[in-house]
């Protein structure tokens, strides 16, 4: 079975920093988008980062860039987002997920869109202002 396990959130003050980890095991494929992705009460779930583990492109929502980065280990099956400069609006239940049609490439646009296959459960960040 494909399990994602995200980890990580907890309560910080504005301005500080988190790494998120989601750790991936029993996907058969080495081609595939893994995204973060976060949801704060009464709000719309919105796309924050992905990577493509073939070649290591990432993406970022506009309102995470230069703040928040992706990045991988553990031979792709660990995935962190860390998050700096956090502010309240940050503040969500975090999430991850995978999408492997991933053949035609990857929209820079619309990443945060497409229909993910495979979720982990949420880790809760808190942001204190």
């Known amino acids: 079975d494909v399990q994602l396990q995200a980890s990580g959130g907890g309560l910080v003050q504005a301005g500080g920093s988190l790494r998120l980890s989601c750790t991936i095991s029993?996907?058969?494929?080495?081609?595939?988008?893994i995204g973060w992705f976060r949801q704060a009460p009464g709000k719309e779930r919105e796309g924050v980062s992905c990577?493509?583990?073939?070649?290591?492109?990432?993406y970022y929502a506009d309102s995470v860039k230069g703040r928040f980065t992706i990045s991988s280990d553990n031979g792709g099956k660990t995935v962190y987002l860390q998050m700096n400069s956090l502010k309240p609006e940050d503040a969500a239940d975090y999430s991850c997920?995978?999408?492997?049609?991933?053949?035609?490439?990857?929209?820079?646009?619309?990443?945060?869109?497409?229909?993910?296959?495979?979720w982990g459960q949420g880790t809760q960040v808190t942001v204190s202002s």
């Open positions: 997920a995978i999408y492997y049609d991933v053949d035609h490439g990857v929209d820079t646009e619309s990443w945060g869109h497409y229909e993910y296959d495979y």
């Open positions: 029993g996907f058969p494929f080495e081609d595939y988008l």
């Open positions: 990577m493509r583990r073939s070649d290591g492109a990432t």
